[in-house]
Nanobody, 125 residues
Framework: EVQLQASGGGLVQAGGSLRLSCAVSGFSFDDYALGWFRQAPGKERERLSCVDSTDHGGSTYYVDSVKGRFTISRDIVKNTVYLQMNSLKPEDTAVYYC????????????????WGRGTQVTVSS
């Protein structure tokens, strides 16, 4: 059974940091790309960062709004993907999700087959 479980959200002041975790089971990083997404109230879900499957190079991608502030990483032993978020801003407030797609990161969110439950991130000013 495929499962993704996101955690690590919380309330933080602007300029602070959080690390989100996405524990995965039922599939391998060799075969699946893992991405982090967020959805703010009244807005569409957006892809923030993604890492290709290991078999397809493991390249990482970031949306411009988080480049230089967020870092995606994987722990293959723990089957966990992380999103380190630094220099947080109030506009980063959203529910954050992790999602998995076969092989490569796609910019099309509808291509992501598996999703974890979201974790709330709130950044106060």
């Amino acid at each position: 059974e495929v499962q993704l479980q996101a955690s690590g959200g919380g309330l933080v002041q602007a300029g602070g940091s959080l690390r989100l975790s996405c524990a995965v089971s039922g599939f391998s990083f060799d075969d699946y790309a893992l991405g982090w997404f967020r959805q703010a109230p009244g807005k569409e879900r957006e892809r923030l960062s993604c890492v290709d499957s290991t078999d397809h190079g493991g390249s990482t991608y970031y949306v411009d709004s988080v480049k230089g502030r967020f870092t995606i990483s994987r722990d293959i032993v723990k089957n966990t993907v992380y999103l380190q978020m630094n220099s947080l801003k109030p506009e980063d407030t959203a529910v954050y999700y992790c999602g998995a797609e076969a092989k490569w990161c796609s910019s099309n969110i509808n291509m992501y087959k598996y999703w974890g439950r979201g974790t709330q991130v709130t950044v106060s000013s």
